[in-house]
């Protein structure tokens, strides 16, 4: 989504899009989300909370999907995330969904827009 200057260090944006599908038939409905987000410059940040984007989906036979988008935030101009989705059973069970790392690149170097953008 760009960078932006903040109290004199560069704060990289990216938006990034989650669907999640229930390929079973018992219905779920997530709970919690848990993502690790590790920046180039050497940090790492625990994200923990309920659902997400204020929502707690429920995912069954008739809406088997939910899609949602969100964004994060590194001061360095690269990174990666991952983590895990928490979700409920119909009897209070629990099981975690894993979410595979993916990255988060810029190019920070770039002095000409990308094609067909101009500044």
Known sequence: MGMREAQN???YWWRYCIRLENLDSDVVQLRERHWRIFSLSGTL???RGRGVVGREPVLSKEQ???QYSSHVSLQASSGHMWGTFRFERHDGSHFDVRIPPFSLESNKDEKT???GLHW
Request: aromatic residues 8%; charged residues 10%; hydrophobic residues 35%.
């Open 113 to 115: 827009p990308p094609s």
């Open 64 to 66: 088997p999907a939910f």
């Open 45 to 47: 940040e625990t994200v």
């Open 9 to 11: 260090s560069h704060v």
